[in-house]
Antibody, heavy 123, light 105 residues
Framework: QVQLVESGGGVVQPGTSLRLSCAAS????????MHWVRQAPGKGLEWVAA????????YYADSVKGRFTVSRDNSKNTLFLQMQSLRVEDTAVYHC????????????????WGQGTLVTVSS | DIQMTQSPSLLSASVGDTVTITCRAS??????LAWYQQRPGRAPRSLIY???TLESGVPSRFSGSISGTNFTLTISSLQPEDFAIYSC?????????FGGGTKVE
């Protein structure tokens, strides 16, 4: 059974940094591209970042490019999102998501989701 | 970016009803569309991919269809656990984009 458990959310001030983690289990983590998808309060879902199964490629939404960095540790089955220069509009629940594609990039179909971790950016 | 227009945003229904949710893609996306369900306190769940293929374990009362650039999610004989928010998402063109969501209450 696929499990994705996010952690690291909290309340931070604008301009500061935060690092999210996602512990994955129940599947071969190193064979799947992974994503972060967020949902701001009262808003729809928004894709944030993707990383290839082997970590060789990363892609970002324009809204976070240059501020967020996605990474992974396949030896520890863990996905990360380093967030810098946080803005009030980054306030959202951040979900860790498994891509359907196996060992061949990403198809951007989000097959399995974590429950999410809440990030609140407020002064 | 591909714009996904989802309607309605709110749908009132009763147990046993058949409900329909629609997404329109602009420009077109072939059949590369997925539907997701969000229930309070739970992780989002993928229901349908490639417009009409049910994910493993998803009840057969859920179905998806496509007509041109219009996509439809139909829930037949609504069950209590189906009251949730449903979102469509295109994965034809980067970046992937979602519809605004439909709350079934």
């Amino acid at each position: 059974q696929v499990q994705l458990v996010e952690s690291g959310g909290g309340v931070v001030q604008p301009g500061t940094s935060l690092r999210l983690s996602c512990a994955a289990s129940g599947f071969t983590f190193s064979r799947h591209a992974m994503h972060w998808v967020r949902q701001a309060p009262g808003k729809g879902l928004e894709w944030v970042a993707a990383i290839w199964h082997d970590g060789t490629k990363e892609y970002y939404a324009d809204s976070v490019k240059g501020r967020f960095t996605v990474s992974r540790d396949n030896s520890k089955n863990t996905l990360f999102l380093q967030m810098q220069s946080l803005r009030v509009e980054d306030t959202a629940v951040y979900h860790c998501v498994r891509d359907w594609q196996i060992a061949a990039g990403a198809i951007y179909y989000f097959e399995d989701w974590g429950q999410g971790t809440l990030v609140t950016v407020s002064s | 970016d591909i714009q996904m227009t989802q309607s309605p945003s709110l749908l009132s229904a009763s147990v046993g009803d058949t409900v329909t949710i629609t997404c329109r893609a602009s420009p077109g996306i072939g059949n590369w569309l997925a539907w997701y369900q969000q229930r309070p306190g739970r992780a989002p769940r993928s229901l349908i991919y490639a417009s009409s293929t049910l994910e493993s374990g998803v009840p057969s009362r859920f179905s998806g269809s496509i007509s041109g650039t219009n996509f439809t999610l139909t829930i037949s004989s609504l069950q209590p656990e189906d009251f949730a928010i449903y979102s469509c998402q295109q994965y034809d063109t980067f970046p992937p984009t979602f519809g605004g969501g439909t709350k079934v209450e």
